[in-house]
Structure formats: structure tokens, C-alpha cells
T-cell receptor, first 112, second 110 residues
Framework: GAGVSQSPSNKVTEKGKDVELRCDPI?????LYWYRQSLGQGLEFLIYFQGNSAPDKSGLPSDRFSAERTGGSVSTLTIQRTQQEDSAVYLC??????????FGSGTRLTVV | GEDVEQSLFLSVREGDSSVINCTYTDSSSTYLYWYKQEPGAGLQLLTY?????DMKQDQRLTVLLNKKDKHLSLRIADTQTGDSAIYFCAVTDSWGKLQFGAGTQVVVTP
């Protein structure tokens, strides 16, 4: 597609439920990032995929968070047993090189 | 790890120039970026500069890089109300990972 696509755009879930957030990067982009932006806050790095290398998971806040990238393309961020503090906008970005990262519009997650 | 710092707020009158400043700690940063985020929207890449440059100009935007002081700035000439947004400074670390500052909220007043 023309841009980075994220789905769903909005997700409301009950505390304790699992959620899956999807990111479709731009075709051919080898690098993919997940970030989290809480209300009024900056961007918090979560995880980074680069080609076939092992992902950099150093930003994942707890073991309830996991992500995978299938076939070097689509990525899914999974949050298990959601908590209220997980409420945020989850942003995905992809890049073909070391510049020009393109961000998706994000998934707004609300845990009630 | 990389630290990227920005001032949190800037108020500017319409027609004036805005200057947003950013400092970073990793001297191996290769690319440095400015992103814009309008309310309720995603991040839009405004411009970037390679670390071997000290200035880049693109229409109303001027990026200055002082590599010795690890200081990056974005100047917006003739600031308009549509420039009201949050501006994020971002740099690549030695692993190519993108690190963001907390963002500077720019408010343009008539």
C-alpha cells in the first residue's frame, strides 16, 4: 500500500483481556518499529525489527507484551491481560533504509 | 542509551520565526530528524539531516546541526497557525534505532 496501515484504529477492551494490534508496513520496508504514546507524553520505544535479525525487544515494558513479524512484512503486537496503564496510542513505523521512517496513524487503545 | 531532550513548549506569534531546540547524547548518530504531530494525527516526517551536514534548508524550514555540541534546531520562518503542533526531534543510535525526544508543543497565536 501507499502508507503504513494500522488496525484497528480504535480499540476499547476490558481490563484483563488480551488484545492484538496489527501493522502493515510499506511493501519492501525492512525496518519496522512499534512505539507507544501515552496522553500528553512523548514516544516510548517498544520493539524494533530489522530484516532477518533478531528483534530488539528492549523497550517492551513487561512480559505481557510481545510482538512478531511474519514473513518480514506484517507485524502484530500482542498485549496479554491488559491493564489500565496500557491505555495509549500504539504507533507503528517502517523504513527501507536509515532515513525516511513512515508512521501509521496508530491504534488508540483504551482499557476500561 | 540515547538521551534526546527538547523544551516542552513554545509560543510564537503568527508571522514570526519559531526555533525549536534539541540536544542529544550519542555522538555516533547518523541521521537526525524532525517530525510533526498535529492533534489526533500520526507523525509526519518534516525533514532530516545527515550528520556530516551542518545546515539544511527546505522552504520555510531550516535545520541547523552543531555536532560538536550535539545540538539540533528547527527554524520555521513566517510561522502560520497551521504550524501549531507537537514537534519531535529524533536521532538514530549506533544500532540504527530511532530515539525520540518528548516533543515540543508549538502554539501559534494571532
Amino acid at each position: 500500500g501507499a502508507g503504513v496501515s494500522q488496525s484497528p484504529s480504535n480499540k476499547v477492551t476490558e481490563k484483563g483481556k488480551d488484545v492484538e494490534l496489527r501493522c502493515d508496513p510499506i511493501s519492501g520496508h525492512t525496518a519496522l518499529y512499534w512505539y507507544r504514546q501515552s496522553l500528553g507524553q512523548g514516544l516510548e520505544f517498544l520493539i524494533y525489527f530489522q530484516g532477518n535479525s533478531a528483534p530488539d525487544k528492549s523497550g517492551l515494558p513487561s512480559d505481557r507484551f510481545s510482538a512478531e513479524r511474519t514473513g518480514g512484512s506484517v507485524s502484530t503486537l500482542t498485549i496479554q491481560r491488559t491493564q489500565q496503564e496500557d491505555s495509549a496510542v500504539y504507533l507503528c513505523a517502517s523504513s527501507a533504509d536509515t532515513y525516511g521512517y513512515t508512521f501509521g496513524s496508530g491504534t488508540r487503545l483504551t482499557v476500561v | 542509551g540515547e538521551d534526546v531532550e527538547q523544551s516542552l513548549f513554545l509560543s510564537v506569534r503568527e508571522g514570526d520565526s519559531s526555533v525549536i531546540n534539541c540536544t542529544y547524547t550519542d555522538s555516533s548518530s547518523t541521521y537526525l530528524y524532525w517530525y510533526k504531530q498535529e492533534p489526533g494525527a500520526g507523525l509526519q516526517l518534516l525533514t532530516y539531516i545527515f550528520s556530516n551536514m551542518d545546515m539544511k534548508q527546505d522552504q520555510r524550514l531550516t535545520v541547523l546541526l552543531n555536532k560538536k555540541d550535539k545540538h539540533l534546531s528547527l527554524r520555521i520562518a513566517d510561522t502560520q497557525t497551521g504550524d501549531s503542533a507537537i514537534y519531535f526531534c529524533a536521532v538514530t543510535d549506533s544500532w540504527g534505532k530511532l530515539q525520540f525526544g518528548a516533543g515540543t508543543q508549538v502554539v501559534v497565536t494571532p
